[in-house]
């Protein structure tokens, strides 16, 4: 059947290699139709991404619905969410986010509950620190050491303990820091340029396949 | 690693230290650092501080652009982001504005664009200054790399319209800018990797520079774009921030701030070196015992 | 013809695609590069074994993202692979495998892979549906520190980044003197954990632990691009120190 | 407008203390309530981003007649046959085009910038600068050296190359630990911030 052909995994391996290798070529050739085509191509593809980032919206509304049905625990805090999350988005899309109605959701409701959640993992930092973090081999000794020296560097208070401590974080960062990072960078940018290439030409897709 | 708790109770011997603190709420050391940092928040001490060279390159970055060019402002700062260099994004928006330096903003993260506007509000002279002439806002782009490649060669059709539903035709601001190459700079604000993206897209194959303020958290790879020569200077973290308003004259919120960072920087420091003492000594006992 | 300035850059690409597609091939046809024993897959053995010794489970958890979501979610993949070798290697030592998951797309997935092995190790009793804890969003982390506390499991193994919740796990499970290995947020795992996974370590990890000739070409032809990127570095060194200044023209024509 | 200067704070500050009594007290229906504000209104700030892009640079530019713009909204539009079991597969051609687009930026990008100029500017004069240049020098081509050898995966590790690998792995340890105590700053400032926010409203601190 028709849907069957469409469904085929060629098809997809084909638009993969044709927009990845004509961006790659338009790289390295000038030629000036594959310059325009890659141009309005790039601009197709954040347009596209743009729907992808929509697809969230819908899932987590999806979800909603199928937990409320099924009046799990819980379930009428789900319906809060849901008229919360229906009067943000209709601030936002209907009186733009320079309105008053979603700049005071975002600056008193969102901006609060997002940090506070994130800002709770620090007390396991200290908490790690004096019960997990252990010098249990020379790694963690050369690590332990390196992250304390980077701290008194960061925070202002080493330089009134000591004022070697600037000198000493800034050696840190400027030599071994930076030739490994340009090392890590270096074999992550080989990583993504082998999985790139093995993307493109269709050979992940073939083996998902599989 | 044997369980400390457990050997104790093994062994019916009393609890030393360690097991005690092996078995600690961890809510203790909520409230005391807690305790810690609000405190610091409330009295007022001063602890001198230190202005890096990075920093000072950064300013002298801003000072060369001439009157009336153009630069982009990406402000990628996400809500977490913006507590800790929202500050220095209000300061450089401020300064260049007030030289007389037009500014394009867009973000690569959705909160970008309230925290844009909300760092706007904030200056004090913002109404000297006419939008769509000295600056303008762009939205939020999805695509991360994407959208910054998709700007090499053409601005008008991956921006497409303001904020506000203008058309980049309709924009007096936008009339030159055609290509990134017409940007006189980029300035990147966040907290993740966005900032190599203007690096590998602008400033290497198009020469536009740029610098980045961003959290601590990417210090260790801005100074390495910094020591390749592909950033002009940079601003880091909180530390970064107050010494960038120092620099430029700006007040600062952020004095006490700094001073409750020092203090749960040094009480990290002391739990390290406390936890690691206590499982040297246990340690210790532990080989005694087995001789 | 080629933009000047680019022609290293496509000798580059070429020679990283050359080498990608020739051990590819060559894995294909039954020739497999034999990849080094990582000291990491050691220690899965050595952390199921000290959960069996003291009777304790097990617990596995794969990158805080849901599948699809960001560039990501490969690490996830991989994880899953993983899952499967730390689930039989559970099975047929006779330990539970508690694997917590946050993304309800790949629930059903995770259960069937734990059955099937639990299974294939004749011991079906072992597998309860319990064994997948789900949590979503961002309660993942908390919820497990305070599982861990309850359940005391013996190892525990983080494939995969938990962003923020990285510290939250991995203290947690130190806490309760849990064998960790993890690949993920590194910084905050190094003084935590017993074994971690750097970088492309985790990538030839699975290689190693799946032997897809896909996964294993790809990391041989990498080896070989890595080796030769040092040549050039050696070399360069050499050339620039013995007085010939134009080496970093040759690299950037 | 002071009014809801005021909502603002008082809302702020319960829905801190929710989120907190997750790990101060326990699970309840506060920390539920905290926890679904977060995700609602970071979903209706996605949809909300994504409505606005779309505007911005599909609608408007379609209407000022650029009609081959159609073509990736349609491209869109079918990422959502994703919800419909049958026609799932059509939202593999429109994430093609984006993984495409995007590996082909990626590829040239890390190729041009990631290896070369790292590589380059690690290509340093050990001869003729000061003996403390020189030796920083000489420090990071081993550290660079050794950290690539060490994911060197094909090859027995034994002999001189183990040593080598052994030698990156600590320059690693370094390198992360850098990481780590840069890390800290970031994660206690919006801690700081959260606190500060919190006594902010209640008039103490300023």
């Not at chain 1, 988005?89 to 209907?94: A, L, P, V």
Request: proline residues 3%; hydrophobic residues 50%; positive net charge.
């Amino acid at each position: 059947m028709a849907l069957a052909t469409l469904r085929s995994r060629e098809i997809v391996v084909i638009i993969l290699a044709f927009c990845g290798l004509a961006v790659l070529a338009d790289y390295f050739v000038r030629i000036p139709v594959l310059r325009t085509a890659v141009d309005e191509l790039k601009v197709w593809a954040v347009l596209i991404a743009a729907f992808a980032t929509g697809v969230g919206f819908f899932g987590y509304a999806r979800r909603t619905i199928i937990k409320t049905r099924a009046r799990e625990p819980g379930w009428p805090v789900l319906i809060y969410g849901v008229i919360l999350a229906i009067v943000m988005s209709y601030f936002g899309i209907f009186y733009g986010v320079e309105g008053t109605g979603y700049s005071w959701l975002f600056n008193y409701v969102l901006q609060s509950v997002r940090t506070a959640t994130v800002a709770l993992g620090t007390p396991f930092i200290f908490s790690a620190a004096l019960r997990a973090f252990r010098a249990r081999n020379l790694d963690a000794v050369l690590f332990l050491i390196a992250g304390v020296l980077l701290m008194l560097y960061n925070a202002p208070i080493g330089e009134v303990i000591w004022s070697g401590f600037p000198v000493v974080g800034q050696w840190i960062l400027d030599v071994p820091q930076t030739s490994v990072n340009r090392a890590l960078m270096i074999l992550t940018g080989l990583g993504l340029a082998a999985y790139g290439i093995r993307y493109i030409v269709g050979f992940e897709e073939m083996a998902a396949e599989r | 690693m044997v369980d400390a708790k457990e050997a104790g109770q093994k062994t019916g011997r009393t609890k030393t230290l360690a097991d005690r603190v092996h078995s600690m709420d961890r809510r203790y050391m909520w409230w005391f650092l807690t305790i810690l940092v609000a405190t610091m928040l409330v009295i007022d001490i001063s602890i001198p501080l230190k202005i890096g060279d990075e920093t000072k390159e950064f300013v002298t970055f801003m000072d060369s652009f001439k009157r009336g060019s153009v630069i982009l402002f990406s402000n990628d700062n996400t809500v977490t982001v913006n507590n800790v260099i929202g500050e220095a994004c209000t300061a450089t928006m401020r300064y260049l504005l007030e030289r007389g330096v037009k500014i394009v903003f867009m973000s690569l993260r959705q909160d970008g664009v309230s925290l844009t506007l909300a760092s706007l509000r904030s200056i004090p002279t913002v109404d000297r200054f006419k939008y769509g002439v000295d600056y303008v806002q762009f939205g939020y782009y999805a695509g991360d790399t994407r959208v910054v490649a998709a700007l090499q060669r053409d601005v008008w059709g991956t921006l497409g319209a303001d904020v506000r539903g203008t058309a980049c035709k309709d924009i007096p601001l936008m009339q030159n800018i055609k290509q990134c190459t017409d940007f006189a700079a980029w300035i990147e604000s966040g907290g993740g990797s966005q900032f190599t993206f203007y690096i590998n897209n602008w400033s290497v194959p198009y020469n536009v520079p740029g610098a980045c303020i961003q959290t601590a958290a990417n210090l260790p790879d801005m100074t390495t774009w910094y020591r390749n020569r592909l950033l002009n200077g940079f601003v880091s973290d909180q530390t970064g921030s107050a010494a960038l308003s120092r620099v430029l004259g700006y007040p600062s919120g952020l004095g006490r701030i700094l001073n409750a960072q020092s203090a749960a920087h040094v009480l990290l420091i002391a739990l390290i070196l406390v936890g690691n003492l206590l499982y040297v000594q246990e340690k210790l006992r532990n080989q005694r015992r087995e001789k | 013809m080629i933009t000047t300035g680019r022609i290293f850059d496509l000798v580059i690409i070429l020679i990283v695609f050359g080498f990608t597609v020739y051990f590819i091939w060559r894995a294909r046809r039954g020739r497999v590069s034999q990849l080094v024993k990582l000291p990491a897959v050691d220690a899965f053995e050595e952390g199921v074994g000290r959960a069996v010794e003291m009777g304790r489970p097990v617990h596995y958890t794969t990158a805080m993202v849901d599948i699809g979501q960001r560039t990501e979610w490969v690490e996830k993949v991989l994880g899953y692979y993983i899952m499967g070798y730390v689930a039989q290697m559970c099975a047929s030592r006779r330990a539970q495998l508690y694997v917590s998951e946050r993304d309800a797309l790949t629930l059903g997935y995770v259960k069937e892979t734990l059955r099937s092995a639990y299974e294939r190790a004749g011991w079906p009793d072992g597998f309860n549906e319990n064994m997948v804890l789900w949590h979503p969003w961002t309660t993942q982390p908390f919820a497990l520190a305070n599982w861990f506390q309850q359940v005391k499991p013996g190892a525990n193994f983080m494939m995969g980044n938990l962003l923020f919740g990285t510290v939250i796990v991995a203290e947690a499970a130190a806490l309760e003197g849990a064998f960790q290995i993890a690949y993920g947020d590194t910084p905050f795992l190094v003084a935590t954990c017993e074994y971690v996974m750097i970088a492309d370590e985790y990538y030839a990890t699975s290689a190693y632990i799946t032997k897809k000739p896909l996964l294993v070409g790809a990391i041989t032809g990498n080896d070989y691009v890595k080796m030769l990127l040092l040549l050039v570095l050696i070399a360069s060194v050499a050339l620039l120190n013995l007085g010939i200044k134009d080496v970093l023209k040759w690299l950037a024509i | 407008m002071d009014a809801l200067l005021m909502a603002g704070m008082i809302v702020q500050n319960i829905l801190i203390a929710f989120s907190f009594s997750m790990f101060l007290w326990r699970r309840s229906i506060l920390s539920d309530i905290a926890e679904q504000t977060f995700i609602s209104t970071s979903m209706a700030m996605v949809l909300v981003g994504a409505v606005g892009q779309i505007r911005a640079n599909g609608i408007t530019p379609l209407l000022n007649g650029k009609v081959l713009l159609l073509v990736p909204i349609a491209l869109g539009i079918l990422i959502y046959s994703q919800f419909f079991r049958k026609y799932a597969f059509f939202q593999r051609w429109s994430m093609a085009v984006v993984l495409g687009v995007g590996f082909g930026i990626v590829i040239m990008t890390s190729v041009e910038t990631t290896i070369l100029r790292n590589l380059s500017e690690s290509v340093l004069q050990v001869t003729q600068v000061p003996v403390a240049t020189a030796a920083n020098n000489i420090l990071m081509i081993i550290a660079l050296f050794c950290t690539v050898s060490y994911f060197i995966f094909t090859r027995p590790r034994t002999g001189a190359l183990a040593r080598v690998q052994r030698f990156g792995r600590y320059f690693m340890m370094v390198y992360f630990g850098a990481v780590f105590g840069s890390t800290v700053m970031s994660r206690l400032g919006n801690y700081i911030a959260i606190i500060q926010t919190f006594l902010n409203n209640l008039g103490m601190a300023t």
